[in-house]
């Protein structure tokens, strides 16, 4: 009887202990003007922009942000290799003597 009655009242203490927590975690996650107000990147995270395809249709350029630098960087996503990557500079000449070549 009496260890009923002892795991009866440890099953309340740590009910009641888990409801305390919950109250605390809370009222760490209630929304103020601030929150609501903040920049949409820092909590959104930034969206690609400028997004287009090369010549041969195998890869997708796009400018993004993912870091939140002062200035979005060119990105590539491979056909076979859905990941993103930062386009190296000798990239972003190549691509700008092909163009110039084109126009």
Known sequence: MKKHILISLLCIIFSFQ???L???KEKN???SIEKI??????WVGSLPESIFWSCDSKTIFFEWNPENKPVKELYKIKREKPLPKKVS???KEKGKERLEKEI
Do not use: G, H, V
Not at 37 to 42: A, T
């Open 18 to 20: 888990n409801s305390i």
């Open 89 to 91: 500079k000798k990239e």
């Open 37 to 42: 107000m903040q920049d949409p990147n820092d």
């Open 29 to 31: 996650q209630t929304l």
């Open 22 to 24: 919950a109250q605390e």
